[in-house]
């Protein structure tokens, strides 16, 4: 298609008091309107108008669109009739735009892409971000994997991730504060709906060359007589540790405190001390330097899983969020790098 040079027409128009050009009714593009004309332009004429631009053919813009050329025909006499001005000069092969064409087609194109764009990002684009609260220490790639997957369905999604004690990501949920929480699942109160992931049992985190990764403990008291690296903020598990040392009358030594569960690792691979935590909140699968041992005989396992509110619905890219969860899950084989991470063995 051909293009001519910009009417100057139509590009300085004066501009009347409020900002609207002399002639301009509020309508698309400031086009002045037909004779007595009061229509509204409407989109399937632009794309019809933009395609038949850019193929400079009615019946190829027809094939391109999935309809009738008579359609494609119809909707540009319409908008050259609401418009009062000539579009397409169709004596000519291949056709050619007038002045007036080639500026509507500068004008229509982007916005078409746009309004393409808003479909492909879905009702996100306007609603809030998805808020998701998860206990201290929880860093399992089953969540950042979902939210990769969810932006590519959902390219506008935004997501905010709150870190809390069991008991306040639970609080969290109750009031709304967040969508759902990723979190181990207990209780049986009312107002929460439960939607299990997978289990976890409790482990040691150790060096990689450490005698127990070869030979597991026998006991707690064998754990008891190492340094123990811990969590500050309160966690279930420490809770769990603490309460079966002070039932067996376990002298214990915890030899450092950190809030996060990367910098507690690396204090457990440098031999300052050993940790424990869940299978699956840790990121031992993916560092050689460390290993895990299971704690399941001394300690109680968990269900992770999803918590929410009963009483609040989830928005559709929250649900999008959620049946990713439990897609990578469910995926088998290597199409499930988080479920790799979370049995320990990388």
């Known amino acids: 298609m051909v293009y001519p040079p910009a009417d100057p027409a139509w590009t300085r128009m004066p501009v009347a008091r409020g900002g609207r050009r002399a002639g301009q009714s509020g309508r698309f593009g400031g086009y002045p309107n037909g004779p007595g004309r009061s229509r509204r332009?409407?989109?399937?004429?632009l794309k019809s108008f933009c395609m038949v631009a850019k193929l400079a053919s009615f019946s190829k813009a027809s094939a391109a669109l999935g309809i009738g050329q008579p359609a494609v025909t119809k909707h540009v006499k319409r908008l050259e009739a609401e418009l009062g001005r000539t579009l397409v000069e169709r004596g000519l092969r291949p056709?050619?735009?007038?002045?007036a064409g080639s500026n509507l087609f500068r004008m229509a194109e982007p916005l078409l892409e746009?309004?393409?764009?808003?479909?492909?990002?879905?009702?996100?684009?306007?609603?809030?971000?998805?808020?998701?609260?998860?206990?201290?220490?929880?860093?399992?790639?089953?969540?950042?994997?979902?939210?990769?997957?969810?932006?590519?369905?959902w390219p506008a999604a935004r997501v905010r991730i709150r870190s809390a004690t069991k008991e306040e990501v639970f609080e969290l949920v109750q009031t709304g504060s967040v969508d759902f929480a990723v979190a181990p699942i207990s209780g049986s109160a009312r107002q929460f709906a439960?939607?299990?992931?997978?289990?976890?049992?409790?482990?040691?985190?150790?060096?990689?060359?450490?005698a127990f990764v070869t030979t597991a403990p026998a006991s707690l008291a064998e754990v008891a007589r190492h340094p123990l690296v811990l969590p500050r903020f309160h966690t279930q598990t420490r809770a769990l540790l603490e309460g079966e040392f002070r039932r067996l009358d376990l002298a214990y030594e915890v030899a450092v405190e950190v809030d996060g569960i990367?910098?507690?690792?690396?204090?457990?691979?440098?031999?300052?001390?050993?940790?424990?935590?869940?299978?699956?909140?840790?990121?031992?699968?993916?560092?050689?330097?460390?290993?895990?041992?299971?704690?399941?005989?001394?300690?109680?396992?968990?269900?992770?899983?999803?918590?929410?509110?009963?009483?609040?619905?989830?928005?559709?890219?929250?649900?999008?969020?959620?049946a990713g969860l439990h897609a990578l899950v469910d995926a088998p084989g290597e199409a499930r790098p988080a479920k790799r991470h979370r049995d320990g063995t990388g």
Not at 296 to 314: D, Y
């Open 194 to 210: 439960f939607d299990r992931l997978f289990p976890s049992e409790r482990i040691l985190i150790t060096p990689a060359d450490h």
């Open 41 to 45: 332009v409407e989109i399937k004429e």
């Open 95 to 99: 056709l050619r735009l007038t002045a």
């Open 114 to 153: 746009g309004l393409e764009n808003l479909d492909r990002c879905g009702p996100m684009a306007v609603t809030a971000p998805i808020n998701i609260a998860v206990p201290h220490g929880y860093v399992s790639d089953l969540l950042p994997e979902a939210v990769r997957a969810l932006r590519t369905e």
């Open 262 to 322: 990367d910098q507690l690792e690396r204090y457990v691979e440098l031999g300052v001390g050993l940790a424990v935590g869940l299978r699956g909140a840790a990121s031992t699968g993916r560092n050689p330097r460390l290993g895990t041992v299971s704690l399941a005989a001394f300690l109680p396992s968990e269900t992770i899983g999803i918590v929410r509110n009963r009483s609040l619905p989830l928005s559709e890219p929250a649900q999008a969020l959620v």
